[in-house]
């Protein structure tokens, strides 16, 4: 056999691993989707309360996210939706119209008790967002909406470019600490005028857009963005907050392939794990998300499957890969046929002991998760029987 032929035999599995895996990611993210939940904090103080409108509590949802860093969403939710709430209903009043003003309330929010958790970064983000949208009448679903087109496939991404020049930008590398908040006030300000400018202008936001490098894969942004459309209540609240007709269409209809997986440390584990092997074959390299993309497109966009839902492995790994439970892990040597009931009675054990999603059993002969990807991991592979 020719070496072409080996190489092009070597990518065909490659990508027939991939799908495999794929399949049981999918099948695990509609478990997750499926999945009851009780209402947290956040649910039961903001998104059920009348009278705050839709876009403030689309806005507290996003300004919670921005202090998302490497904590437990169980706690992080608990912790700030109270003082985040107190921020938003404060920004929405009439006396807020202009830079100062915005000021004015950040500093008597971060002074104020309960202390709002965020790292100087983050405060100066949430300061940013603030003050960018009282050009769009402090409504951050209008300015989300601008992007939304019935002839653009890509404008998801578009929606996260605008959202990650909105509160990020040029932030973090002005900002490393307290004092950098204060000296780097003008420089801070002058980047914040940058983003006004390119978010009215199409053609510089599309020059810009066009050069956004690796803070593509921007965790935060991708991770918000993706509670608009898939988590159920939010994306009620956000289609409430639409003005446009056709905007509210298009939101309705089937995009989630140009979600983007959100970067985070767990998928990381994962993608080392069971997706380094077929992207090596690939010769594909760089940030963990772009890799599942090209690798999702290479193998042929296999129906009802897309990036986005790898992000069960945020859920996966901590309780699989950290323990180092791969003798029942679905990836591991021998999949997890030693936990599975197969009892159609009852929940899922699989999905339960995995990932923590309370899903019904659907029986071994319509399980994908059981052992259909079994051996694809390559840490299960010398650290299991």
Known sequence: MSCRSLRARSKTDSRVEFIRIHRVVAALDRMRRDSPNSAGAFEREILNDPNMSPSSKVLAHWVIYITNRRKRATGLWRAQTEPVKRLVESYARADVRDDLAVQRKCDEWERAKPRPRGLPVDLESIRRTLSILL????????????????ED?????????????????????LVKSAPDRRKGREKLKGDMMRTRGLLADREEFEYC???????RWHKRTWAALRDYKKHK??????????????????????FLDQLELPGDSWNSHFIDNCIDPPAKQE???????????????????????????FDVSYDL????????????????????KAICTADEEKLCTVALAACGYRARCRGASN?????????ACRKGLTTGE
């Not at 857009?209 to 803070?215: I, P, Q, S």
């Not at 966009?301 to 839902?309: H, I, L």
């Not at 790994?317 to 997890?336: I, K, Q, S, T, W």
């Open 153 to 173: 496939t890509d404008f998801v991404s578009r929606m996260a470019f605008a959202l990650y020049e909105l509160s990020y930008g040029l932030v973090g590398t």
């Open 233 to 254: 209540p939010l994306l009620d609240v956000f289609l409430s907050g639409i003005s446009s007709e056709v905007a509210r269409r298009v939101w309705m209809s089937d």
């Open 317 to 336: 790994a901590p309780r699989m890969c950290e323990n180092e439970l791969c003798d029942v892990c679905p990836f591991g040597p021998a999949g997890a």
């Open 209 to 215: 857009y066009g050069a956004w490098g690796d803070k």
């Open 135 to 150: 050009g769009y009448n402090k409504d951050i679903v209008a300015l989300m909406t601008n992007w939304i087109s019935e």
């Open 283 to 309: 010769s594909l390299t760089g940030p963990g998300p772009k890799v599942v993309r090209v690798l999702w497109e290479k193998a042929g966009r296999t129906s009802g499957c897309y990036p986005e839902q």
């Open 367 to 375: 399980c994908l998760v059981r052992d259909s990807a079994s051996g």
